[in-house]
């Protein structure tokens, strides 16, 4: 990547693409993120000023040189047409797997088990009961194909601003485009930060007058009745989480 300057000729010539940033290892190249642009999106990564996970491996990988470029699809139209086959490529290869934060913007659900393509395309809902009323988190942004059960976990039990924390919330609901991804008891709340975080990182701006649960997964009879199914719920109006089996 040394020569980068003589790519952007070429870049600008083959319309939209998908790339991939790869850490070179001997002979092999293996994937850590995945992206789509025109011109040369792809090499605007070697400039990184950030400070995440990404850029760090950027970074580092620039000065080994072992940082590769894999160009996966070009000469695509649209964007719209790179947008959907760059979250086909990330859902093939699994989001946990890779430093991309989302599959892609604008696409719609992605790589999902039988079950739940059932469950999108029947239309049917299921109601939280009341017995198991709590909070069903909105994890849009957070949530990933092929994520860990822990970073799952993770990714719901905090950081949140003003949730309600009396004994009426007892269970916690992951959910990504309406499916509940993983049922959670709600033993209590704490402050954010108060437990360790193995998964996930924040600054102190990110979590200060933030709450965060202390929990388990759910017994194994109220995970089946809600696990892989569409969340019926009322419209969140942009809100991370909603009240599910409650009168308010």
Same mark, same amino acid.
């Given at each position: 990547m040394r020569q980068r300057k003589k790519y952007k000729n070429v870049l600008s010539e083959i319309g939209y693409y998908i790339y991939a940033l790869c850490e070179i290892i001997g002979e092999d190249r293996f994937p850590f993120y995945i992206g789509k642009g025109k011109n040369d999106r792809c090499l605007q990564h070697l400039d990184t000023d950030e400070d995440d996970a990404r850029s760090k491996?950027?970074?580092? !990988?620039?000065?080994?040189?072992r940082l590769g470029i894999d160009i996966i699809r070009h000469g695509i139209k649209t964007d719209r047409e790179a947008k959907i086959i760059e979250a086909?490529?990330?859902? !093939?290869?699994?989001?946990g797997n890779l430093t991309n934060k989302v599959r892609g913007s604008g696409v719609d659900m992605g790589r999902v088990s039988l079950e739940e393509i059932y469950s999108l395309r029947s239309g049917k809902t299921v109601r939280i009961k009341s017995k198991h009323a709590g909070i069903a988190f909105l994890l849009n942004s957070t949530y990933k194909s092929g994520m860990s059960e822990l970073a799952l976990f993770e990714s719901t039990r905090g950081v949140w601003r003003n949730p309600r924390r009396d004994e009426s919330i007892k269970y916690a609901y992951a959910t990504y485009g309406g499916l509940i991804k993983e049922v959670y008891e709600i033993h209590g709340w704490v402050p954010a930060g108060t437990q360790q975080y193995f998964e996930r990182e924040f600054a102190d701006e990110h979590i200060a007058n933030r709450w965060e649960f202390i929990g388990k997964k759910a017994c194994q009879e109220v995970r089946d009745l809600y696990r892989g199914k569409i969340l019926q719920k009322d419209r969140?109006?942009?809100?991370?989480?909603?009240?599910?089996?409650?009168?308010?």
């Open positions: 491996k950027i970074k580092s !990988l620039i000065k080994q040189d086909t490529c990330i859902d !093939l290869l699994g989001v969140s109006f942009g809100t991370p989480f909603v009240y599910v089996g409650t009168k308010g």
